[in-house]
Every structure is written in C-alpha cells, then in structure tokens.
C-alpha cells in the first residue's frame, strides 16, 4: 500500500474535488438537478442546500470542502518529502472526518433527508483518514506533525507556484458560476456574475411558463394574502416535517416582504398513516391530529397563530406520538378554547377536510413534503428567484392594462 500511496491520496483527493464542484453548483443553481442526487425538488441535496448549516459565515460548505480536498491533493503529491506531510493530512482528515458525522447526524435526526452526494464526499474523507492512519501506523512515525519540518521541506517553488496559479482562479469563483448556464462548455463563454443572475431568472420563469398549470378543488380557508394575488402559493405540507418547518419560516418571510402582491394557502398533506392511506408504515405520527387541529383553529380564525406554534414546538412534538392532550395545550396557546378543540377534533367535517387535501395531493402525485404550486404551477421556492418571477409579472400585467 505505502508503494502506491501517493497515488491512492492524488486520486481520492480528485475525486473529492469534483464531488465538492457538483455540490456548489447545486447551492449555487437552484434549478440545477443532478443525477447523484434526483430530480425530485425535495430531494436530499436541495433540502440541505436550504438549510441554515449549508453556509459558514457565508461560505458555502461545498466550497469548503472543495479547500479541504485541494490541500489533501497537495498534501499527497508531496507525502514522500517528509512524514509531516502524512501526519498533517491525517490531523485535517480527522477534523473533516468529526465535522463530516455532525453533518450526517444533522440530516438525518432534523432534515431527516439524507444527501446522495453527501454520503460520497464523507466516504472520500474516510478514505484519506484511513491512508494516512494506515501509513503512519506502518511508518511508526507518530500522529503529531512538526509543522517546523512541514515548512522547511525541499519542495521545489516551481511546482508550487504551478499548483498556486492553477488553484486561486479556479478557487477564486470560477466553480461559483462556471456551471451556471447551458449550452457552451468553454470557459470565456460563460459570462460574468451578472450574466448568470439573468440566466437563472429567465430559467425559472421559462419553467413556469412551461409548466401545467393546476386547477385546486374548493376554497381553503387556511389562506392569507390578497384573495388573488400576483404570486399565489400553495404549499401541500406535513406539521412533523423539518422540511416543512424551514419552507414555512421561507414563506412567511416572503409573505411579509410582499403582503399585499403575495398570498400563502396551506394544504394538507401529512405523512401518517392513520388519516394517509399513501402512507404504508408508521411515519410522522400524530400528523393527521395535528393537521385536523389546524382545520379547527381555521374555524375559529386562529390557523396561522397555531400554524405557527405547531411549527415552533416541532422538535418536541416529534419525540413520540402527538396525543389530544399535546393538541390542547397548542389550542390554549393560540387562544382557543380546550372545550371547543376537542368537539372539533371528533367531528366528520374535520376529518373529511384534510381527507379532500390528502386525496388532491394523492391525484397530483404528491409523494414528498413540502411541495410548492405558484399560481397553480409546480416548481421550486427559491425567495430570490420568485421575487424576480413577481417583478416578470407585475411588469406583464402592466404592459397588459396599457401603462
């Protein structure tokens, strides 16, 4: 293994590089679907790339981990210059290594997503982590590097200048938004920042030009926002779904920022069971409860105050089964009557409510929560993009009436 090690390290770092180049691209491009990790809008790549813990300090993680792979890349070429360069990158592999099992812990017990791509970038860090501990074990070298001989290795200035002209460009946005646009894979044709911006606009707003727009049955009274506004979304969601709970602060942002061009109506889609006859194994459960305890408060003209507080307990709710008494408590914290909640819970009206959203969603091939139709049209939310499809719109409704 020590004969072919360098080579071994140069390959796997590669690999994690191009790993690291698809993912920025799907933080970078919404619309952007790869086949590593589905075309599905809630798939694990894109739930992560919404979440608060895709950035650090505004640095995308993917971009990180593209750093972390380029110093292993360079750590490997020069891993016969002097066992520091080995013991150097097992001290970042074993960093990456933590922060990588923090980042699956995070998916899968509060996304509850698990991103394809992900997985592959955190087998690559284990596979370094392991190189360097199997060839330090043999060497009997000792794991701490001396940084003092790290620096002081006769590694020739040529080559690092090489390495260091190659790596700042590349490193320096050029993966940010050379992937942005379609057609030409040359790299002076893929336009300035500013050129990808207009080409992720006009993307989204073709694909909602092109999509099928949905005629919804009844009139939910889940709704706020004008009664027809310029962007009219409706969200089929589920109250156990840490998705969901991310798209609902998403939206209600969103909402504040346009109340009088923009309106919100939530649908029903819970993935329990005992109300989803989609559903085949015990999931979300105590979902159906919640979502006909939202019906009741709708009655009352508290749903977007127990919407709210269901959402903000979540993490509660979903250490075991929602049982009527966690609902009343909810009740009497968005001000509705304990007595008038628990009639509501038991009355046919409520259960054939969220049956009709449940039995819509099913029609429409609704498999995953939370799923966005703007103006009828499936697509994806993205707060930027819509804002841009609003503008489209008002502009269009504009030219239409003559001013």
């Known amino acids: 293994m020590l004969k072919y090690f360098k080579m071994i390290v140069l390959s796997v770092s590669l690999v994690g590089i191009l790993l690291s ?5 799907h933080h ?38 593209f750093l972390y792979y380029g110093f292993a890349l360079f750590l490997g070429l020069y891993s016969d210059r002097g066992k520091s360069f080995v013991q150097s990158l097992f001290l970042l592999s074993t960093i990456a290594l933590v922060t990588d099992i923090g980042l699956l812990l995070y998916s899968i017990f509060v996304a509850e997503t698990i991103c394809r791509l992900c997985l592959l970038t955190y087998l690559v860090t284990i596979a370094l982590f ?30 690092i200048v090489i390495l260091i002209a190659a790596f700042i460009p590349v490193s320096g946005g050029f993966f940010y938004y050379a992937f942005a646009s379609e057609g030409s894979n040359k790299v002076k044709n893929r336009g300035s920042y500013a050129d990808h ?41 589920d109250y156990l779904c840490p998705h969901c709970k991310l798209m609902a602060d998403e939206l209600d942002k969103f909402y504040k920022k346009f109340p009088d061009e923009v309106s919100i109506t939530y649908r029903h889609y819970p993935l329990d069971q005992q109300c989803n006859s989609a559903i085949t194994r015990p999931f ?44 009343l408590g909810l009740a009497a914290t968005a001000g509705i009557s304990r007595n008038f909640m628990s009639a509501c819970l038991d009355e046919k009206e409520t259960k054939q409510a969220i049956l009709l959203d449940i039995q819509e969603a099913n029609e429409l091939g609704i498999s995953g929560t939370p799923t966005i139709y703007i103006n009828g049209r499936k697509m994806d939310f993205d707060d930027f993009l819509v804002e841009r499809l609003l503008m489209y719109q008002k502009a269009r409704l504009s ?3 003559g001013h």
């Open 21 to 25: 180049i698809i993912l920025l691209r």
């Open 28 to 65: 970078v491009d919404p619309s952007y679907h790869s086949a590593l990790c589905g075309v599905e809008q809630d798939n694990g790549c894109n739930v992560l790339n919404r979440s608060d813990i895709s950035e650090v300090f505004g640095i995308p993680l993917a971009y990180i981990g």
């Open 130 to 159: 392991v190189l360097s501990y199997m060839h330090i074990t043999q060497n009997k070298s000792g794991f701490v590097p001396d940084f003092l001989e790290l620096n002081v290795q006769k590694v020739p200035m040529g080559q």
């Open 197 to 237: 911006i207009a080409i992720a606009q006009n993307e989204y707003i073709k694909a909602y030009e092109n999509s099928p727009e949905i005629k919804f049955r009844g009139d939910p009274i889940s709704k706020k926002g004008p009664v027809k506004g310029i962007i009219n979304v409706v969200e089929f969601a």
């Open 284 to 327: 979300h459960q105590g979902s159906c409860l919640l979502a006909y305890a939202s019906y009741c408060a709708a009655k009352q003209n508290k749903f977007w105050e127990l919407h709210h507080s269901i959402f903000e307990r979540q993490q509660l709710l979903s250490r075991k089964p929602v049982a009527v008494e966690d609902v």
């Open 399 to 401: 030219r239409e009436n």
